[in-house]
């Protein structure tokens, strides 16, 4: 088997402090959600890993079951160790912006299911309450001022796969549905744009972070791996924010997808 990356051998380095066995997850890590290892391959065997990394069995050992922890691979007896099948989703933001059409569910549901997975929402609070520094802003609140919380955790095939707190200016949801602990049925935006605040444009400023300890929970994560964080704020008519909320995603099995045509802001028009 021809593997799909020459390494040196890995000695110790002052200048990264982790583990033998957590560096060669890291590169192994990298293989996987680079596509040099696809979904399904089989991974080079353990005498070939030890080769590589000039390490023993047992670090290897510990090196596969952190990937496996993390379920980016799978073992099966007499079959070796395999890359799960769906090791990364990709993620497109844009698809789920628009309000659905009468009758029918959220589109985040909907691309699901036509992605063949069994997607749910699970509705963790709806409150008032005084919104993250960042959020506030992008509401144009004023300090201690309060907004509506949605907080919901969103699952495919039983794995969370993100955790989502919605805060939404209460002049414009007071009174509404929004205000009810119950799924709003074909989302928020189709909600919002009944109102008279249709989605117009969503805008997303990404990071990278070690989780909370509620994202650890909900989320179900392995160590201290990062999640991708994202604060997104919809504007409606009048460049009016209707929404900001705070996605947090496995930083380690998800990939966001942003498609830029001729026309879109160049790097040095964004603030």
């Known amino acids: ?4 990356r020459t390494t040196p051998r890995i000695e110790a380095d002052a200048a990264d402090p982790r583990s ?9 890590r990298d293989e996987i959600m680079s596509g040099d290892l696809a979904p399904g391959a089989k ?3 353990t005498a070939q890993l030890t080769s590589r990394f000039g390490a023993s069995n047992a670090t290897v050992q510990k090196a596969l079951a952190l990937l496996k922890e993390e379920r980016l ?4 007896p007499g079959a070796g160790v395999t890359v799960r099948e769906h090791r990364q989703r990709t993620m497109r933001p844009a698809a789920y912006m628009a309000p659905a059409a009468a009758g029918e569910p959220y589109r985040w549901l909907a691309e699901a299911e036509r992605r063949g997975l069994r997607a749910r929402g699970e509705l963790l609070a709806v409150d008032e309450t005084v919104p993250p520094a960042d959020a506030a802003a992008a509401l144009r609140l004023g300090p201690g001022e309060r907004a509506l919380l949605r907080s919901q955790v969103l699952l495919l095939d039983d794995e969370p796969v993100e955790l989502v707190k919605s805060y939404y200016p209460l002049e414009i949801v007071r009174g ?4 009810e602990h119950r799924r709003i049925r074909g989302g928020t935006p189709t909600l919002l744009a009944e109102l008279g605040y249709p989605p117009r444009l969503s805008v997303d400023r990404v990071s990278a972070r070690i989780p909370t300890q509620e994202q650890y929970a909900l989320l179900r994560l392995p160590g201290d791996l990062p999640v991708l964080r994202t604060l997104r704020v919809v504007y409606s008519d009048g460049d009016v924010p209707i929404e900001a909320s705070i ?3 496995a930083g380690h099995l998800y990939e966001l997808r942003y498609d830029f045509g001729p026309s879109s802001p160049c790097a040095e028009d964004v603030p």
């Open 1 to 4: 088997m021809t593997l799909p």
């Open 20 to 28: 033998l066995h957590e560096r060669i997850a890291a590169d192994l």
């Open 43 to 45: 991974l080079p065997s």
């Open 73 to 76: 691979v799978v073992g099966r």
């Open 176 to 179: 509404t549905a929004l205000m």
């Open 247 to 249: 996605l947090a995603k």
